[in-house]
């Protein structure tokens, strides 16, 4: 009997916040039909990259980028959509995931009569922005963090912890090269070299893109693209977004972009797990400067599995 009534309770507890979790979607997704909507409504929450995030209770740890290419795809592929609207809130993540989600967003932009627009939350930086420069139009909340537009690769040097310990390592590798970024001695000066080759190129194709998506010369966007954050105020004033406002402004703006008259039909297509609606409530915070999330100690277990990790 009281495993019956535990069992009952979990129910109970599961069916509320199901509930509660359609009843906050629906100040977003006014659309009860999948072919009603003329909006699309793509969260990007968290940090960017390839890595499989979430499971069947959770809103997910990150913005996963073939999901995200997935819902793009899904969106532009939808006869009723008429406009894209990406509510951004991500310190960055790793180059290849942002490229690869700009790529597929710059595709609807240039292959389709799809408008995008960006809603940029409390942060949109590095990879963030990265993802944001494909859209036709760029809100920002007058105190969002956006910027950081760079590349960096990051590596410890614990030998001297280890020789006070008294820890050896010893490794055994096929080539001189293939132990670059280890941990257990210093950089050399070839794999400096390396390194600030792919940073450099990195880097490189992440202008271009801020180049090809904002319709920027390169010569104004370089003397900002130092690694430097700004607010959205101060991107405004540097034309690195469009316009200030929040969430309800950018829809406002997406309906005068995409010709919808009256109000807008807007449908989740980022929805991937039993509790989607409520990603943006169950999502981490994430501290204000996206340097020092790099930083953070905290976040290293994310991605010490990855040998060499180019970070936007």
């Given at each position: 009997?009281?495993?019956n009534r535990i069992l009952a309770l979990a129910l109970v507890t599961l069916c509320f916040i199901a509930a509660l979790g359609n009843w ?195 010569d104004k966007l370089k003397p900002l693209a130092d690694g430097r954050i700004f607010t959205g105020t101060q991107a405004k004033e540097k ?74």
């Open positions: 009997m009281r495993l906050l979607g629906g100040s977003v997704s006014k659309s009860k039909s999948p072919g009603s909507a003329n909006v699309a409504l793509i969260n990007v929450y968290g940090v960017i990259s390839d890595e499989s995030s979430g499971g069947a209770f959770s809103s997910g740890d990150g913005a996963n980028a073939n999901k995200l290419i997935q819902s793009i795809k899904n969106a532009r592929e939808d006869e009723g959509i008429k406009a894209i609207l990406l509510r951004i809130n991500s310190p960055g993540g790793t180059a290849a995931a942002s490229q690869a989600v700009y790529e597929e967003l710059m595709r609807t932009r240039n292959d389709s009569d799809i408008k995008i627009i960006a809603s940029l939350g409390d942060v949109a930086a590095s990879g963030g922005y990265y993802i944001a420069s494909a859209a036709d139009h760029i809100v920002a909340n007058p105190s969002s963090i956006t910027g950081s537009i760079g590349v960096i690769v990051r590596t410890q040097n614990v030998s001297s912890l280890m020789d006070k310990i008294g820890v050896q390592t010893n490794t055994i590798q096929s080539g001189p090269l293939k132990d670059i970024l280890s941990p257990f001695r210093e950089t050399k000066p070839e794999e400096r070299k390396i390194l600030q080759g792919v940073v450099d190129e990195s880097y490189q194709q992440f202008l271009d893109a801020i180049v090809a998506g904002r319709e920027m010369s390169l034309n690195l977004v469009d316009s200030l406002g929040n969430y309800y402004d950018a829809l406002k703006t997406t309906a005068e972009l995409a010709n919808i008259s009256g109000e807008p039909s807007v449908r989740d297509f980022g929805k991937s797990s039993f509790f989607g609606d409520l990603g943006p409530f169950l999502s981490q915070s994430y501290p204000p400067l996206p340097t020092e999330w790099i930083s953070s100690e905290s976040q290293w277990p994310r991605w010490y599995k990855i040998p060499l990790t180019i970070m936007e």
